[in-house]
């Protein structure tokens, strides 16, 4: 309380350890309802499920598609997205790779195209950009973003028949793959 009566009186020093405080007691107010929910046991049971069908998902394409490059392992990401790389030779040859993502708060799931740095990102973002191609979306910049361009491919995914929903994925994934090697073979 001593600190916070110092900070009123306009103590810099103070005003700082009473920021410390706010966001110290904000950060315990998250941690408290964090536990909170995984005592209900949802939360924790349906990241589970979703860490799961991801890891079956890239088994699946990995077994049934040898000759594209997957990486070793799913990015679990903090709870906003979960992802894979699964990549054709020829865009692998052009340093990009395509991602097949789950975004967490909008429960979907997505294909990204992205750079292997942010030089190549940054390279075919503008080539995609400047040609008008619109077929599917373009981030406004690649400040702060994975992504040259992105396609959702199935939003709010019933995961009641998995078989389905990876038949699904999979067609939208082949399908942005095919637009976008034809893209890229025309225009680099």
Request: charged share 30%.
């Amino acid at each position: 309380m001593e600190i916070l009566e110092e900070a009123l009186m306009g103590g810099r020093q103070c005003k700082q350890n009473v920021n410390r405080i706010i966001i110290m007691k904000s950060l315990n107010e998250y941690v408290i309802e964090y536990v909170q929910q995984l005592e209900k046991g949802a939360i924790r049971k349906a990241y589970k499920g979703l860490t799961e069908y991801m890891m079956k998902l890239r088994t699946h394409l990995k077994n049934k598609y040898p000759e594209y490059h997957v990486s070793g392992n799913i990015y679990r990401g903090y709870m906003d997205m979960t992802y894979f790389s699964f990549t054709p030779e020829s865009l692998k040859n052009k340093k990009l790779k395509v991602a097949i993502v789950f975004i967490h708060d909008g429960i979907r799931y997505e294909v990204w195209l992205g750079g292997s740095n942010k030089q190549i990102q940054k390279e075919y973002w503008s080539l995609f950009k400047e040609s008008g191609w619109n077929k599917y979306h373009i981030p406004s910049t690649t400040k702060g973003v994975d992504s040259i361009i992105e396609k959702i491919l199935v939003d709010n995914p019933d995961f009641s028949d998995p078989d389905a929903l990876t038949r699904q994925i999979e067609q939208g994934v082949f399908e942005f793959i095919e637009d976008v090697a034809d893209f890229v073979s025309k225009k680099h």
